[in-house]
């Protein structure tokens, strides 16, 4: 998007000025602050002497051997150790060894480039086995690949160094990375790459603070602790900004607080049209965090918890007390309005390295959300345990996200009932009437929102998947971003079909998609008959505010 700088008016120092996509508005100033990716990467290198390189190669084999021996020793756990003792058993296997140190010898590349190469081939020839354990060690030959090439580039474990509020900037950031942040010490997101529509730039909607994608490699990491200052309306970002650009960012952000005392009014006001239509306007949250956020907002009920975030926050699986305690709290603090939790919904995008899920060339179209949990049935028994057990402290419905049939609906509520079985048997309290909605995200499911609607309590409108699979424009591609018509027909039409399955059926229907927030949209809702839109916190005053002024 391009770089241009500009004169201070002190007449020294120089602003550099780079515009982005904005994301989310607002404004800040801070200090920059780059965060560094656990993840591995090299940059290709060619080498002179390919035996020399070899060397290198072998030695760093022999340290890492030796970490792992060294943490199998310490592992706590005899899974754990046994996981350790995997990984050093593939460091040895002589093939794996042999086509790194030919790749070496053929092609004149660095060692780590090589390990990357063929850790690539070996994750997809093990991602594409019969065999489901053997599948699953793709992930393996990644994670060992991720400690060899650590050792070989000298780089560093992931993180955002600090302890004051920062501007977070990045190359791009995973789901994973942003939830991992301690959120009070970010006053914006800035990234040099990454996707409008991707879950991090929610994750930073819900947060409510400015940010802007695509900034391009003028964001350079020597910026790394310079003042910055953020416009998140315009998509700017001010380098080293001089003091009108100071003054003029705080004046943004003194308006912007002058905006939310205005609609401070509307939280406590019901969400009717003039013509006193009411239409419920919820929260979606993506941790217990974020209630706050909702419960300040006015949130008339929560229409999406993505329950995918408790899995990728902590670095480990959470178990089903820590959830059902989780869920509890979630509850409590709803206070008897409803509360949508969807089961988890991993894959794709959103993965968390204790999974070990395995490579798959198009995730998105790949093993997500309740297809993660058929092939993994036990993570979502767990999580239906944690739901029950949770559910007599509030208003819970569950909702189940990427359906593409109604045998999967079906599927999902048999094993709904024997979780029901399970705690009856062990006398542990727990609602019967919970309502199961299906979340309405393929275009398969909005053209079976009939029959759907004969298997669901209620439909949510997952907008964000069903442009991505209606208009085949990967959402965190940035490249066919051109692609992602919110507005296209097709969508239109799917939405269309859909909430007419839902009326005539007699179940309500929700959107709970970005596009639930868009002002322009939200007549065509309401004339649908749609009776919830569930956004992200800092947008349900001002989406409310919106639907008092409808006729
Ligand atoms: C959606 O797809 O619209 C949705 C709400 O779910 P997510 O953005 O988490 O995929
Ligand atoms: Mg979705």
């Known amino acids: 998007m391009g770089a241009i700088a500009r004169c201070g008016t002190e007449g020294g120092n120089l602003v550099l000025i780079l515009h982005g996509h904005a994301v989310c508005g607002g404004a800040a100033v801070g200090r920059l602050r780059f965060y560094r990716h656990g993840r591995v990467s090299a940059q290709l290198r060619h080498v002179e002497d390919a035996g020399q390189e070899i060397e290198r190669l072998r030695h760093a084999l022999s340290r890492a051997e030796q970490e792992l021996e060294d943490l199998a020793e310490n592992a706590e756990e005899q899974e754990a150790a046994e996981i350790m003792e995997l990984h050093r058993m593939m460091l040895a296997d002589e093939d794996f060894r042999a086509a790194m140190e030919g790749r070496i010898r053929e092609k004149g590349i660095a060692a780590e480039n090589a390990v990357l190469e063929v850790s690539a081939e070996f994750e997809s020839l093990f991602s594409t086995m019969d065999d489901e354990y053997m599948r699953a060690r793709s992930a393996d030959v990644r994670d060992v690949s991720a400690r060899l090439v650590r050792i070989l580039t000298g780089a560093v474990a992931g993180g955002l160094d600090t302890s004051v509020p920062v501007i977070v900037a990045a190359d791009d950031l995973a789901p994973s990375e942003t939830v991992q942040m301690d959120k009070s010490r970010i006053l914006a997101f800035v990234t040099m790459f990454g996707s409008p529509n991707s879950h991090t730039a929610i994750l930073s909607g819900i947060l409510g603070v400015p940010a802007i994608v695509q900034l391009g490699t003028d964001l350079l990491p020597e910026f790394d602790g310079k003042l910055a200052a953020v416009d998140g309306d315009s998509g700017t970002l001010y380098i080293d900004p001089d003091e009108e650009t100071v003054a003029m960012i705080r004046q943004k952000q003194e308006d912007s607080q002058r905006i939310r005392q205005e609609l401070e009014n509307f939280r406590t006001k019901e969400s009717q049209t003039g013509s006193g239509i009411s239409v419920r306007v919820c929260a979606n949250i993506s941790t217990p965090e974020d209630l706050r956020a909702a419960v300040e907002n006015g949130a008339e009920g929560i229409g999406l918890f993505r329950s995918e975030f408790l899995y990728m926050e902590s670095g480990q699986r959470p178990d089903e007390d820590r959830q059902a305690m989780i869920y509890r709290r979630v509850l ?198 749609i009776h919830e839109l569930s956004v992200s916190p800092p947008q349900i005053l001002p989406l409310r505010r919106h639907i008092c002024s409808l006729p």
Not at 337 to 342: A, G, I, L, P, Q
Not at 351 to 364: D, V
Not at 398 to 409: D, Q, R
Not at 461 to 481: C, F, K, M, S, W
């Open 332 to 529: 409590k603090e709803m206070g008897g309005r409803r509360t949508v939790v969807r089961t988890i919904d991993l894959g794709a995008d959103k993965g968390a390295e204790w999974l070990k899920l395995p490579h798959e060339e198009n995730p998105a179209l790949g093993c997500r959300g309740i297809r993660l949990c058929f092939s993994r049935p036990e993570l979502l028994h767990e999580q239906l345990r944690a739901l029950y057990r949770a559910s007599p402290s509030g208003d819970l419905a569950i909702l189940f996200p990427m359906v593409t049939s109604c045998g999967e609906v079906k599927r999902l509520r048999e094993m709904a009932r024997q979780v029901r079985e399970e705690l009856r048997m062990e006398e542990i309290p727990f609602r019967e009437d919970v309502p199961l909605g299906v979340m309405i995200e393929t275009p398969a499911a909005a053209l079976i929102s009939r029959d759907l609607a004969r298997e669901a309590d209620f439909f949510s409108i997952g907008t964000n998947d069903l442009i991505q699979y209606t208009l085949a424009a990967d959402r965190q591609n940035p490249h066919v971003e051109q692609y992602w018509d919110p507005y296209h027909p097709a969508v239109r039409e799917l939405i269309r079909i859909t909430a007419q399955a839902a009326r005539e059926a007699g179940i309500p229907a929700a959107v709970c998609g970005e596009l639930a927030a868009d002002p322009k949209l939200t007549e065509y809702f309401i004339s649908l008959g």
